[in-house]
């Protein structure tokens, strides 16, 4: 704390991990995965809103999702780090939290928020969940902060620039952090575009993808990191497990659903016998809640919900 009010300003300034504000440091770390936890939550409240739901029910998720994710991914990193052990997870600054763990943790804080809320908890998800890859995404920039999760040595001279390496106690190293990033981000662009343009049900197969997607990610890129960023306690290489079980139980949750929807709809995707949209009816968690008609919605009101609602001009005073 002396090197910060050293720097001449003692309110506000940088320091070697992060900033300042009135004397209390905050680590760029810290900053970046708050930053994509934030455009993960606008983000899905508008993908609610264009899905037919109450986009304030994203409050309510996050606000408990949020820092269960938190938990999850300490307790899953004390569990599986030899390094940590379980005494290590109230020790204040963390140093560990496993992607993977916070996962688990919030998708499981968000079933048992629906469950309560008498909300569709596959609806609500494939609004949700496909977000978590941009948060991902943008997460791992933390690790570039903080000079970690990167791959082997790279001795090519001609390959030894950033991003493609990136150079880490006096050597350059292949930054997996980065491959990463961008291929979460490649996924999260199909998955939101699908989302954004299709509503034909089952509700839950984009959930379902992200887990195929994500999970599918990890387990190739794990064995190929620094042996000092894998979870490996026991001997067993933990994030590489649940990333391969992770994509296993995405690839059986879509099958399952379409197998289910083709027997009450005989369509895997969509139905041939009614309603083809997943999305139909408005859902939200307050008793009595109407959509507002907005040009986001898939779909709108019909007209006589429409033809209730007062004008702009009206509703000014």
């Known amino acids: 704390m002396s090197q910060l009010l050293a720097s001449g300003n003692p309110w506000f300034g940088t320091y070697g991990g992060g900033i300042y504000v009135f004397t209390v440091p905050i680590q760029y770390?810290?900053?970046?995965?708050?930053?994509?936890?934030?455009?993960?939550?606008?983000?899905?409240?508008?993908?609610?809103?264009?899905?037919?739901?109450?986009?304030?029910?994203?409050?309510?998720?996050?606000?408990?999702?949020?820092?269960?994710?938190?938990?999850?991914?300490?307790?899953?990193?004390?569990?599986?780090?030899?390094?940590?052990?379980?005494?290590?997870?109230?020790?204040?600054?963390?140093?560990?939290?496993s992607i993977t763990g916070g996962v688990i943790g919030g998708v499981t804080a968000g079933l048992i928020v629906c469950l309560v809320c008498k909300v569709d908890f596959f609806r609500a998800a494939d609004?949700?969940?496909?977000?978590?890859?941009?948060?991902?995404?943008?997460?791992?920039?933390?690790?570039?902060?903080?000079?970690?999760?990167?791959?082997?040595?790279?001795?090519?001279?001609?390959?030894?620039?950033?991003?493609?390496?990136?150079?880490?106690?006096?050597?350059?190293?292949?930054?997996?952090?980065?491959?990463?990033?961008?291929?979460?981000?490649?996924?999260?662009?199909?998955?939101?575009?699908?989302?954004?343009?299709?509503?034909?049900?089952?509700?839950?197969?984009?959930?379902?993808?992200?887990?195929?997607?994500?999970?599918?990610?990890?387990?190739?890129?794990?064995?190929?990191?620094?042996?000092?960023?894998?979870?490996?306690?026991?001997?067993?290489?933990w994030s590489e497990l649940f990333a391969i079980l992770l994509a296993g139980m995405g690839i059986i949750g879509i099958l399952v659903l379409m197998i289910l929807n083709f027997k009450k709809e005989r369509a895997f995707i969509g139905s041939k016998t009614g309603d083809a949209c997943g999305i139909t009816n408005f859902l939200s968690s307050e008793k009595g809640a109407e959509p507002k008609p907005s040009k986001i919605n898939m779909i709108p009101p019909s007209p006589a919900k429409a033809a209730e609602a007062p004008p702009k001009d009206a509703q000014k005073p």
């Not at 939550?41 to 994203?58: E, H």
């Not at 954004?196 to 997607?213: I, T």
Request: some cysteine; overall charge positive; charged content about 10%.
């Open 127 to 237: 609004c949700v969940v496909v977000n978590i890859l941009i948060a991902q995404a943008i997460g791992r920039w933390g690790n570039y902060f903080n000079g970690e999760v990167y791959g082997q040595v790279v001795t090519n001279p001609a390959l030894q620039w950033f991003p493609f390496a990136v150079f880490e106690g006096g050597q350059w190293h292949y930054a997996f952090f980065f491959y990463e990033s961008v291929i979460n981000t490649i996924g999260w662009a199909i998955l939101f575009t699908i989302s954004w343009f299709k509503k034909s049900k089952p509700n839950g197969v984009l959930m379902f993808s992200y887990f195929v997607w994500y999970g599918t990610v990890r387990s190739i890129m794990e064995p190929f990191r620094d042996p000092e960023f894998i979870l490996q306690g026991g001997g067993v290489m």
């Open 29 to 97: 770390y810290a900053i970046v995965i708050v930053a994509g936890m934030v455009i993960a939550a606008v983000l899905s409240a508008l993908l609610m809103k264009r899905r037919n739901m109450d986009p304030n029910f994203i409050f309510t998720l996050f606000i408990f999702c949020i820092p269960t994710a938190i938990i999850g991914a300490r307790l899953f990193s004390c569990l599986t780090d030899p390094a940590l052990g379980i005494k290590a997870l109230f020790d204040f600054p963390w140093a560990g939290l």
